[in-house]
């Protein structure tokens, strides 16, 4: 099914319009019309693009403004931006690598974080007995793995024993702009330990609208990264994008406001039903029906419905954003009733 412009509640195909539960626009501001306004704004600034390394002797000043803001916001020591989520997971293995002794991953991890040569950390439920044997380790996991509404419980740490110092690498790519406070994700919520080192990364695309992606760290892990032959030899985040994004923190609370009243209002009316996977506060859900998707178009509704690559099987996803109406919800809520 092609599109010719951006879905927001609504979507058009082939001259029909369907009600649009799909995409990853969680506070809805790619199509919002105050959030294009302002990145026209910052375009006039910074331009369209800005295709130079961010080690070359010029050097833009919204780098450090944007980044030193949301280090404060995931309350972490340092913040690299970089052009996509996508890189900053490959860029953070690329340093990981180097100081780790193995990598195990959790399971449904995305591809974007998940080392070649990384070992399942649980075999039928049970941590491996595989991470005895090393002394740095680094673990590797989604804040949400797909087809989940809540993130990983990490009291598994506690099982480890303290002499092996751990590193988690954590995509919060589903959950920034959602979860935790102001929407600063999952990771700033984890108990610290003395063993235990946290870096995410996150792409900015998904509750926040804008290309581009990030890692964070503490300080000594960020200079690795930016001392990476490829990230100098990459062009940063597109200048525009992260000047849009600091002038919309007020329109992101109010579209998260929103989210968590429409989040709500679906949980409490599927809440009973045991064929449907839902939590109060996150904006995805799935229904236990293989053809859900077939069923819904036939509705006229359009959910995500595709092989996702972390997974064996076909994902259908049914996505609430900041800017569905409670008419809206209420016409999909009666469709999923039938």
Request: charge should be positive; charged fraction near 20%.
């Amino acid at each position: 099914m092609r599109t010719h412009q951006i879905p927001d509640t609504k979507v058009t195909i082939q001259q029909k319009e369907y009600l649009y539960f799909s995409g990853t626009s969680y506070l809805g501001v790619a199509a919002h019309k105050d959030f294009q306004q302002q990145l026209a704004k910052s375009m006039a600034t910074w331009g369209t693009s800005y295709g130079s390394s961010r080690n070359a002797n010029v050097k833009l000043s919204i780098y450090d403004k944007a980044e030193g803001f949301l280090a404060s916001f995931l309350k972490t020591d340092a913040v690299v931006t970089v052009s996509s989520g996508t890189l900053a997971g490959h860029l953070a293995l690329q340093v990981l690598a180097k100081t780790t002794d193995a990598f195990f991953y959790l399971p449904k991890t995305h591809p974007a974080i998940k080392h070649k040569k990384a070992l399942p950390f649980f075999i039928n439920d049970v941590i491996t007995d595989e991470i005895y044997k090393y002394q740095k380790i680094t673990i590797l996991v989604d804040a949400i793995p797909a087809l989940e509404t809540a993130p990983f419980s990490f009291d598994f740490l506690d099982n480890i024993p303290k002499h092996i110092a751990i590193t988690l690498l954590i995509d919060e790519s589903h959950s920034i702009g959602v979860l935790g406070k102001n929407g600063n994700g999952i990771t700033s919520q984890i108990p610290k330990k003395e063993n235990l080192t946290i870096v995410t990364v996150a792409s900015l695309g998904k509750a926040f609208g804008v290309s581009g992606g990030y890692i964070s760290g503490n300080n000594a892990f960020i200079a690795q990264i930016k001392a990476l032959a490829l990230f100098g030899g990459s062009a940063g985040m597109n200048p525009a994008f992260l000047d849009g994004f600091l002038a919309s923190q007020k329109l992101y609370q109010i579209q998260l406001q929103k989210l968590k009243n429409n989040c709500a209002f679906v949980f409490n009316k599927l809440q009973q039903h045991s064929t449907i996977k839902i939590a109060k506060n996150y904006p995805v859900f799935f229904v236990d029906d293989d053809t859900i998707a077939t069923k819904l178009l036939q509705e006229n509704i359009i959910i995500t419905s595709f092989q996702y690559p972390s997974i064996k099987k076909m994902m259908h996803r049914i996505v609430i954003n900041a800017n569905h109406t409670e008419e809206e919800l209420l016409f999909l809520l009666e469709k999923l009733r039938h």
